[in-house]
């Protein structure tokens, strides 16, 4: 077997776990569709074209004021509502991709307090913007929003762009955040279709294909740029985004509690169950890793993950994949930690045994305790060094570094 301090997923061919969900997703959505078309739900591109022609200009200036009225009634308070700063707002955006709103809270106002000003976040430390981030995942995001900082605070003199293509040219910022900060800060009618206003779109249309299809992505940005062009587009965005979160909900629409179920295809023809077609997801892999908390005079070893790594820029005990054919010795993990680190250690102890996901994985990280004996760390691993245990809270920790960092804590 080969030790790696590289994490599982550099092992597992990523075109193959691509494919794989993909052709699950077309497979999967093309048998609904057949499914939903024997019924009688018609999804022609004619008949679409035809529902969308009926959101004429009229229908859309009663649909948009059902919805702001229903929205200036019954929006959460949320700490990023109401804030027209740009900088409020591409945080509060980025926070919430693949996120929940209820775990973004705290987060977003911790961050905003210790960086209030775009210029505050381009100084910071890469180190302190991920400590601030730690728990929150999908780490590139922060590594992003630090770099995209300084882009704004120093090559554009701290003005953000109110342009949706010049906002795309920042990084980490795609086309619906970039239509959010121009909609929401700058009250421009740009487009934004994310989760929840997809899933509304589709169901307002009767869309019952894919809708992450290029046919499908085609049809649901087409609307949502019909729907923006008044003189409220920030307003308008909001409505759906918040009618999608809290009443078109993917698992049970309410939609006798919906301000525009009277232009709701879905709702007229009962579909809302069906609609929109939902990707099977893969089913979870499970693999097991080794940590292994190397002790030497009071500190611990620690490395930085590398840029291209699970989790680069934060630092972590030593980790290796682990193929469980292998056993879990003290030797064969003192082997993986001379192989990788170029120390002599003895295994002492076990300290527990951490399940978590990444991903579609479902990951067994089995940590061990050890002992340095001899040797210094290569000298071609960049990033590794021994901490002393009271330097851990000023580093950002993958989540279960910090688990076994508080471990070790406990153990003192
Ligand atoms: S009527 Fe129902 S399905 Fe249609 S948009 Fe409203 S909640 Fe969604």
């Known amino acids: 077997m080969q030790f790696s ?9 990523p ?5 794989s969900g993909d052709t699950m997703r077309t497979m999967h959505a093309s048998s609904t569709a057949a499914r939903l078309k024997s019924q009688g739900h018609a999804n022609e591109s004619g008949s679409l074209r035809s529902r ?4 004429d200009a009229r229908v859309l200036a009663s649909f948009r004021r059902r ?3 229903w929205y200036q009634d019954n929006a959460r308070p949320l700490p990023w509502r109401d804030r027209s700063d740009p900088y409020a707002v591409w945080v509060s955006e980025i926070m919430l ?4 709103v209820a775990a973004v809270v705290p987060y977003f106002n911790r961050f905003l307090t210790r960086f209030p000003t775009v210029e505050k976040l381009a100084g910071a430390r890469e180190d302190e913007v991920l400590r601030l981030w730690e728990g929150l995942g999908y780490y590139s995001r922060a590594r992003n929003l630090h770099k995209a900082a300084r882009e704004v605070a120093g090559r554009r003199g701290g003005r953000f762009p109110d342009d949706v293509a010049e906002l795309m040219e920042l990084p980490g910022i795609g086309r619906y955040t970039a239509g959010a900060i121009a909609s929401f800060a700058f009250n421009r009618p740009a487009p934004i279709v994310e989760a929840n206003s997809e899933r509304a779109f589709c169901r307002l249309l009767g869309f019952c294909g894919d809708p992450r299809s290029a046919a499908g992505r085609k049809l649901l940005w087409e ?7 008044c003189k409220a587009p920030g307003l308008v965005n909001q409505a759906l985004m918040e009618l999608g979160a809290t009443v078109c909900t993917s698992e049970s629409p309410e939609c006798g509690a919906c301000p525009v179920r009277k232009y709701c295809e879905a709702h007229n023809r009962g579909w809302q169950h069906e609609i929109p077609l939902r990707a099977r997801r893969a089913a979870p892999t499970s693999v097991t890793e080794i940590a292994v908390a190397v002790h030497r005079d009071g500190r611990y070893l620690l490395r930085k993950r590398a840029a291209g790594e699970r989790w680069a820029g934060l630092w972590d005990f030593a980790r290796f994949g ?6 879990k010795t003290p030797s064969a993990i003192a082997g993986a930690v001379r192989d990788a680190y170029g120390l002599d250690v003895v295994v002492t102890g076990r300290l527990a045994e951490i399940r978590h996901s990444v ?12 002992e340095w004996m001899a040797g210094e760390i290569d000298s071609k691993l960049r990033g590794a060094r021994w901490i002393a245990p009271r330097q851990f809270d000023r580093l950002p920790l993958s989540t279960t570094g910090r688990k076994l960092a508080r471990l070790l804590g406990e153990r003192a």
């Open 5 to 13: 301090i590289y994490n599982f997923q550099f092992a597992i061919p």
């Open 15 to 19: 075109l193959a776990v691509w494919l």
């Open 52 to 55: 969308l022609a009926g959101f």
């Open 67 to 69: 919805l702001i009225a």
């Open 97 to 100: 991709q693949q996120t929940t």
């Open 223 to 229: 609307f949502a740029s019909r729907v923006v062009k």
């Open 322 to 327: 682990w193929d469980e054919r292998d056993g």
């Open 359 to 370: 991903t579609r994985f479902r990951i067994t990280l089995c940590c061990f305790l050890a």
